[in-house]
């Protein structure tokens, strides 16, 4: 069982980056997300599959169809450059591989 | 305010075991469960192990047989051991507090600065 994002993204400041995350199971375990900048602790930006921790920006969501989990960014900021890292619970937890995300 | 600290030798030696401790303040570790992830300078995360006051701890499959993870309630802290290391366990390691539900899905909703762990001789 494998948690599969694209190794990198990029986007323009102020348009919507999305992140895909693909499992064979992910359709019947719930999502989170989390940001990564270099040298920093990962941070949760969504958890079971739609929620906004506190102190997350609106412009962050996320949903679910299938068995793909995608991270929106509405509004992309040159603050959100960073490494975005999907996770979800089976038996054991797995991480998806990370997706840099690049503002250009 | 919720606060995790890793904190354990940066030099271990292969073969030897990797001891790590997270000391928790703002929160009773009997509470929570908690979680010990790792990461590989450059690479991606990976899940070591779970443990909490309530279920048995358990662990990524790929490291079960050399990871060991203990609670301190009186000190509110917990612990890894990774024995017979190799320098493919050389990471930064995090401790996390695990929050969610079996029923609705678990997450990592605070970690620690992290621990950088290097397996040399």
């Known amino acids: 069982y494998e948690l599969t994002q694209p190794p990198s993204v990029s986007v323009s400041p102020g348009q919507t980056a999305s992140i895909t995350c693909s499992g064979d199971k992910l359709g019947e375990r719930s999502a989170s997300w989390y940001q990564q900048k270099p040298g920093q602790s990962p941070v949760l930006v969504i958890f079971?599959?739609?929620k906004r921790p506190s102190g997350i920006p609106e412009r962050f969501s996320a949903s679910k169809s299938g068995n793909t989990a995608t991270l929106t960014i509405s509004g992309t900021q040159a603050m959100d450059e960073a490494d975005y890292y999907c996770?979800?619970?089976?038996?054991?937890?797995?991480f998806g591989g990370g997706t840099k995300l690049t503002v250009l | 305010q919720v606060q995790l600290q890793e904190s354990g030798p940066g030099l271990v030696k292969p073969s030897e075991t990797l001891s790590l401790i997270c000391t928790v303040s703002?929160?009773?570790?009997?509470?929570?469960?908690w979680s010990w992830i790792r990461q590989p300078a450059g690479k991606g995360l990976e899940w070591i192990g779970r443990i909490s006051t309530s279920v048995r701890p358990n662990s990524n499959p790929s490291l079960k047989s050399r990871v060991t993870m203990s609670l301190d309630t009186p000190k509110n802290r917990f612990s890894l051991n990774l024995s017979s290391v190799t320098a493919a366990d050389t990471a930064v390691y995090y401790c996390?507090?695990?929050?969610?539900?079996?029923?609705?899905?678990?997450?990592?909703?605070?970690w620690g600065r992290g621990t950088l762990v290097t397996v040399s001789s």
């Open positions: 079971q599959d739609t």
């Open positions: 996390a507090r695990v929050g969610g539900s079996t029923n609705f899905g678990w997450y990592f909703d605070i």
């Open positions: 703002g929160a009773s570790i009997s509470r929570y469960y």
């Open positions: 996770q979800a619970w089976d038996s054991s937890t797995l």
